[in-house]
């Protein structure tokens, strides 16, 4: 299948990009790994945007950090960011950005199902995201678990559910707005004219777009009969 990505769509992807850049240097340093608006802003991007597109912004914003640019927290850049203790929670960025973009789809059992189905995709993706960067800080710090999951997990459920409910609500309004249906319905009515001595005939065309609350766009023109029996023999 070919994968077309538009202008619009590389727009998105970069202003996204740099919500994420922004959200990742506001944090709140509490022990080793401090608290951070980084998985907002992926949740935000990724149940608006969906996961191809969500992914991308995600990957633009973890390789903008990896060539040394101070996109991380506490205002960190480089390699060594990543190969380092805490460096698998920001590859599990990805995996969060993967889940979080499955709840932008749309499906129809209202607008508080899909805000649900959202926040759910969006806390399986952070549990995505705490199993891998647990598994490299492990492996690199040789620790236990329990004191892992005390040090990098259980300190920051509570504020990454509360991440994971406030990117949901203004996704669905902004996938709404920015995304909604293309497709135009189309009525053809055609009316007859006052001045049916004429021969004519009214055709009114009405364009739903739901993307613009319901707007209706019709235009008028008039044209002339082509029925055979007005045909001078």
């Given at each position: 299948?070919?994968?077309?990505?538009?202008?619009?769509?590389?727009?998105?992807?970069?202003?996204?990009?740099?919500?994420?850049?922004?959200?990742?240097?506001?944090?709140?340093?509490?022990?080793?790994?401090?608290?951070?608006?980084?998985?907002?802003?992926?949740?935000?991007?990724?149940?608006?945007?969906?996961?191809?597109?969500?992914?991308?912004?995600?990957?633009?914003?973890?390789?903008?950090?990896?060539?040394?640019?101070?996109?991380?927290?506490?205002?960190?850049?480089?390699?060594?960011?990543?190969?380092?203790?805490?460096?698998?929670?920001?590859?599990?960025y990805v995996f969060l950005a993967f889940a979080s973009g499955l709840g932008a789809r749309e499906f129809k059992l209202g607008k508080l199902a899909n805000i649900?189905?959202?926040?759910?995709?969006?806390?399986?993706?952070?549990?995505?995201?705490?199993?891998?960067?647990t598994i490299q800080f492990l492996f690199i710090t040789k620790a236990d678990l329990a004191y892992a999951m005390s040090v990098c997990v259980i300190p920051f459920?509570?504020?990454?559910?509360?991440?994971?409910?406030?990117?949901?609500?203004?996704?669905?309004?902004?996938?709404?707005?920015?995304?909604?249906?293309?497709?135009?319905?189309?009525?053809?009515?055609?009316?007859?004219?006052?001045?049916?001595?004429?021969?004519?005939?009214?055709?009114?065309?009405?364009?739903?777009?739901?993307?613009?609350?319901?707007?209706?766009?019709?235009?008028?023109?008039?044209?002339?009969?082509?029925?055979?029996?007005?045909?001078?023999?």
């Amino acid at each position: 299948t070919n994968i077309k990505i538009t202008t619009k769509d590389m727009v998105l992807c970069g202003i996204f990009a740099a919500i994420i850049c922004i959200c990742s240097v506001i944090n709140i340093p509490i022990g080793v790994i401090p608290v951070t608006l980084a998985p907002f802003g992926i949740m935000l991007a990724c149940s608006t945007l969906g996961v191809r597109k969500g992914m991308l912004s995600t990957i633009v914003y973890i390789l903008i950090g990896a060539v040394g640019i101070p996109v991380f927290a506490g205002f960190k850049g480089g390699i060594s960011v990543l190969t380092g203790p805490t460096g698998g929670y920001i590859i599990g960025y990805v995996f969060l950005a993967f889940a979080s973009g499955l709840g932008a789809r749309e499906f129809k059992l209202g607008k508080l199902a899909n805000i649900i189905i959202s926040i759910l995709c969006n806390i399986f993706g952070l549990a995505l995201c705490y199993l891998f960067g647990t598994i490299q800080f492990l492996f690199i710090t040789k620790a236990d678990l329990a004191y892992a999951m005390s040090v990098c997990v259980i300190p920051f459920i509570g504020f990454d559910i509360i991440k994971a409910v406030c990117a949901s609500i203004p996704a669905y309004a902004i996938r709404k707005a920015v995304f909604a249906d293309k497709k135009k319905k189309i009525e053809l009515n055609i009316i007859p004219s006052k001045g049916e001595r004429l021969g004519g005939y009214f055709i009114i065309f009405r364009i739903d777009k739901r993307a613009f609350n319901r707007i209706y766009i019709s235009f008028l023109t008039h044209v002339k009969s082509c029925s055979t029996q007005q045909v001078t023999k």
